[in-house]
């Protein structure tokens, strides 16, 4: 069941609110609870209900090994150790056979001569979110950072519809304790027309904007996937097409997201912050899939430098030179680790050399990133850039951007690299880009959105935060910096914004009829 399909904003979520807020509003928030929890499982069994027997079978797992962690927080470091890693590595597991299983008897039949396939296996929907979190979860409670919660909380928290399918990866610190707060699972009237908001402004960015560049990019990789060559002007315009489509695709699921949390009072983190305005490639990586950014810095990128760490200094060997951090040093603590970090993020996103290639583009970028910050005198780091190296960084962010999506888009290595071929004005004469004019006009109406216009959370989180103050550090706000650079564009309730809301509800409600799954629900 999609967000942006009639069945669930017609009928799934109203009776859902309808259900579960009713029942909490007479005191019965056990019952809401559980009635949240089968409502969770219902949109997940709408795709596939083989896969709720694997959504049942991880919660209790993990609750059962995450609970025996925090019971034993003050026992014996090894036998915890053990049951952590055991734990992680049943997770890691089920991710792997489900995504990766086909990909590496290929692979294994191509290196010894002899085709090997396996039966298809259909990937469940959000198995490397519904993983990752539970991993995360492991891990706290590994290091004692959870109290004891109930099964039915763990349920709930772990299976909550707005973020089931594609995240975000939500820490059990940002969910518990809002469901132990008496306004959690109860109508809000400062909430709802806020939740709505984020809701309809997602739907539009979904239906009416992603999904109007879909038919052109198709068409596009599928040329290069049969090996035509395509020309400088249809290159550059396929890849702009793709980085905008998934912009406003993965935009709308996180605005969408945050708007069903709210409507049952739960705030959810926030996961995508205009990334195409980011300065640089660190700054990208703060703006774009958040939480990812956050679990992949928390569990493998920080582990691995404070690893690297230690072993330097058990062989005393210095880590900064005079004025900057040793070439051998940032080789080992910067480079090395976040190259392998990158590689891990490029292997999650998909079974297929050309997503490793994508993330370790990225890779590169980021260590360049921190070359650079390594290089500059301390001095240089307390100047207020200009306006004009603003704008530079940012446009050489966007392009380098832009050149690396190929690789997540494409079929293969080969299809991405005739794209890059494209781009570099290898592939014979500019063409004139498939679509012509209105093609043209959607990619600068696009550009013009997210290079100029505030996002969504610009402009609603003032009001969100007055309306849920207490709760605004649970969602990991507090860590971002909202300043729109249009101030005087800010959502309030008033007839001229719900005329315009309204406007944009009918317009995106009218084009759900052919709408199309969200790009990550196939990670």
């Not at 290898?426 to 600068?444: D, E, R, V, Y």
Request: hydrophobic content about 55%; glycine content about 8%.
């Amino acid at each position: 069941m999609v967000f942006t399909s009639y069945e669930f904003a017609l009928v799934f979520l109203p009776l859902t609110l309808f259900v579960v807020l009713g029942v909490s509003s007479l005191g019965q928030r056990t019952a809401a609870k559980l009635l949240l929890f089968a409502a969770s499982v219902v949109f997940y069994a709408w795709w596939n209900p083989r896969y709720v027997a694997l959504l049942l079978a991880l919660i209790t797992f993990n609750y059962v090994v995450g609970t025996w962690l925090i019971d034993t927080r003050n026992g014996p470091h090894t036998p915890r150790k053990y049951a952590l890693v055991f734990g992680v590595v049943v997770n890691l597991a089920a991710l792997a056979y489900f995504k990766y299983a086909n990909f590496f008897v290929v692979e294994i039949g191509k290196a010894f001569g002899h085709p090997l396939h396996l039966a298809p296996i259909l990937l469940p929907l959000g198995i490397s979110f519904m993983v990752f979190q539970k991993i995360a979860f492991l891990v706290d409670a590994f290091g004692g950072g959870i109290k004891r919660l109930s099964l039915l909380d763990y349920a709930v928290f772990v299976s909550f519809f707005p973020q089931l399918i594609a995240g975000p990866i939500v820490h059990h610190r940002e969910v518990i304790p809002q469901l132990e707060q008496p306004s959690a699972l109860r109508y809000s009237a400062r909430l709802t027309p806020i939740a709505i908001s984020f809701f309809v402004i997602g739907a539009f960015k979904k239906v009416v904007i992603a999904d109007a560049f879909s038919p052109y990019v198709g068409s596009l990789f599928e040329k290069a996937s049969g090996g035509a060559h395509l020309g400088l002007i249809d290159a550059w315009s396929g890849a702009l097409a793709y980085t905008l489509q998934v912009y406003f695709d993965f935009s709308g699921y996180s605005d969408i997201a945050i708007g069903l949390g709210l409507l049952f009072g739960i705030r959810l983190p926030i996961n995508f912050n205009s990334p195409l305005k980011a300065t640089g490639p660190i700054d990208y990586w703060n703006r774009w899939h958040i939480t990812l950014t956050r679990f992949l810095m928390a569990y493998i990128y920080t582990p691995l430098v404070m690893r690297a760490t230690r072993r330097r200094l058990a062989r005393r060997k210095p880590t900064h030179g005079e004025s900057a951090m040793r070439i051998d040093a940032f080789i080992m603590l910067i480079a090395v680790p976040t190259t392998i970090t990158m590689f891990l993020a490029g292997v999650w996103h998909g079974a297929g050399y050309q997503f490793i290639v994508f993330g370790l583009i990225h890779g590169a970028y980021l260590v360049a990133n921190q070359a650079w910050r390594n290089l500059r005198a301390p001095s240089d780091d307390d100047d207020e850039p200009t306006v004009g190296t603003t704008a530079l960084c940012r446009f050489a962010m966007f392009v380098g951007a832009v050149a690396a999506v190929p690789f997540f888009r494409a079929d293969s290595v080969a299809t991405a690299l005739q794209f890059i071929r494209g781009m570099a004005g290898l592939g014979g004469s500019a063409t004139k880009a498939l679509g012509g004019a209105p093609f043209a006009a959607l990619i600068l109406a696009g550009l013009f959105i997210v290079q100029v216009l505030p996002n969504t959370y610009e402009l609603l989180h003032d009001r969100l935060d007055r309306a849920m103050p207490a709760l605004a550090r649970h969602a990991g706000t507090t860590d971002v910096r909202w300043q729109s650079s249009w101030p005087r564009i800010v959502w309030r309730p008033s007839v001229a914004w719900a005329i315009v809301l309204g406007l944009v509800a009918w317009y995106a409600l009218m084009s759900m009829a052919k709408t199309t799954e969200f790009l990550y629900f196939q990670f």
